[in-house]
């Protein structure tokens, strides 16, 4: 084993920015996460994990056992707007053309974003890293409007957003799932992300000698996320 190097050339990681945000609607009748639709205008992602607490328990004068509470996934999204489609996320409904009322039932959600990764090398296109989130409820959030004057701010809005974790064969169920782009280097590895993010972001259809049939946005579960990255298939495609 060599002695340790710090801040080695090409070893300066940094992650910075948020795009490619989409949201996708939950099918009531099947679980899935389909109907995605771009998000404009995301300007920050937090994500907020807790839980995962100590308790200590005590026997016989001692800490006898020390056990850990459940982790759980939550986050809070900013954005200068939001697709028409997240109003019923946001407990809103269009009572007729042009009006819309509030204080309706929140319906569940998923969502997926980017993040840039770099170094002291590659600068900020090193790769990035896909963010996958499920089971997203959105709680009611506080918008604040003001005068135009001298110096205008664009109205940002924000939500807080709680998870329900979704099951993954072989482990705990989980709410978000990330795929770094820097693990995959081989032309076969390229094109399982490349179809990966086909199945996130929608495929047009292509005529002709190299007919390919369009592919409608959604968000794979992640037991269909490991099977297109290891096998290169979308589950169940027609």
């Given amino acids: 084993m060599s002695a340790l190097i710090w801040d080695a050339i090409g070893e300066h990681i940094y992650e910075m920015g948020v795009d490619h945000?989409?949201?996708?609607q939950v099918d009531p009748i099947t679980g899935k996460y389909t109907s995605g639709v771009a998000w404009n205008g995301l300007t920050q992602v937090s994500e907020k994990p807790s839980?995962?607490?100590?308790q200590k328990k005590w026997a016989d004068n001692i800490n006898y056992a020390t056990i850990y509470t459940a982790e759980e996934f939550a986050a809070t999204v900013e954005a200068f707007t939001y697709?028409?489609?997240?109003?019923q996320n946001d407990g809103s409904a269009t009572l007729t053309t042009?009006?819309?009322?509030?204080q309706q039932p929140r319906k569940p959600f998923g969502m997926s974003y980017r993040t840039n990764v770099g170094n002291d090398v590659a600068g900020d296109s090193l790769g990035y890293k896909l963010h996958l989130i499920y089971g997203c409820r959105a709680a009611p959030s506080e918008k604040g409007y003001q005068t135009i004057n001298d110096n205008p701010e664009i109205i940002t809005f924000s939500w807080?957003?709680?998870?329900?974790?979704?099951?993954?064969?072989?482990?705990?169920p989980t709410a978000n799932l990330i795929i770094?782009?820097?693990?995959f280097v081989t032309e076969d590895q390229l094109a399982k992300l490349a179809l990966l993010e086909e199945v996130l972001y929608g495929r047009d259809a292509v005529t002709g000698t190299g007919a390919v049939t369009a592919l409608d946005p959604y968000l794979p579960m992640p037991d269909e996320v490991y099977t297109i990255l290891?096998?290169?298939?979308i589950p169940n495609a027609a």
């Fill in 51 to 54: 839980g995962a607490e100590a």
């Fill in 230 to 233: 290891t096998t290169g298939q």
């Fill in 83 to 87: 697709p028409d489609e997240f109003e």
């Fill in 21 to 24: 945000g989409v949201l996708y």
């Fill in 98 to 102: 042009g009006v819309t009322i509030g």
């Fill in 180 to 183: 770094d782009s820097r693990d």
């Fill in 160 to 172: 807080e957003l709680s998870t329900t974790p979704v099951p993954v064969s072989g482990h705990n």
